[in-house]
């Protein structure tokens, strides 16, 4: 009931394409989903984050779809660019607790 | 967004000794923070979760005598690696939550221990 499953483990994708991630959840007691990036040797950043009230956020080139009843959200970078290559993990928090996807490795080709 | 800083970003240490790592919320006052340990190409593992002004709450198999948390303050955490060994090199994370929103995490940089 705690995991957080995350697809693909890994990504390429061409400049200018579309890059999607996608994670399920199965505990209905999160309440708050983010996306955090996370470059080599560097500590995960927050990118975008969600909550189950709204079906979908944008910022940018990111977007998070979130799908309540099938306990599922995922990211999209739109445009993607070579800088964007790096380790993308979703998230799931509810209370104090927040459990992470195993990650995806997206590279961008030039 | 808020900022978490961690030092020092990387240490060698020899075998057997101590190593301490930082780690501040620059902006904000953290009641909670945590501590992760991430292996190459892995996901983040929560080693523990340490609360200003009272003992840490470890994960299960992680030995809290080996890696001692203090939350001295509602800015400051502190992990200490125990006289190390060269299984303990990895790459320590960490993370505070911002009281203020509901499942907010900032991260630090991280620190990279190499044992020797």
């Known amino acids: 009931q705690q995991q957080v499953k995350q697809s693909p483990q890994s990504l390429i994708v061409q400049k200018g394409g579309i890059s999607i991630i996608n994670c399920a959840y199965e505990n209905t007691a999160f309440d708050y989903f983010p996306w955090y990036q996370q470059f080599p040797g560097k500590g995960p950043a927050l990118l975008i984050a969600i909550r189950p009230d709204v079906s979908e956020k944008k910022e940018g080139r990111f977007t998070i779809s979130f799908n309540k009843s099938a306990k599922q959200f995922s990211l999209h970078i739109m445009d993607s660019q070579p800088g964007d290559s790096a380790t993308y993990f979703c998230a799931a928090s509810g209370g104090f607790k927040t459990i992470f996807g195993a990650g995806t490795r997206l590279f961008v080709k030039a | 967004g808020a900022v978490v800083s961690q030092h020092p970003s990387w240490v060698i240490c020899k075998s057997g000794t101590s190593v301490k790592i930082e780690c501040r919320s620059l902006d904000f006052q953290a009641t909670t923070m945590f501590w992760y340990r991430q292996f190459p190409k892995q996901s983040l593992m929560l080693m523990a979760t340490?609360?200003?002004?009272?003992?840490?709450?470890?994960e299960q198999g992680v030995e809290k005598d080996k890696f001692l948390i203090n939350h001295a303050s509602l800015t400051l955490s502190t992990l200490t690696v125990t006289s190390a060994h060269p299984e303990d090199s990895s790459f320590y994370i960490c993370?505070?939550?911002?009281?203020?929103?509901?499942?907010?995490?900032?991260f630090g940089e991280g620190s990279r221990l190499t044992v020797l």
């Open positions: 993370s505070a939550r911002r009281t203020s929103v509901t499942g907010e995490l900032f």
């Open positions: 340490s609360n200003e002004g009272s003992k840490a709450t470890y």
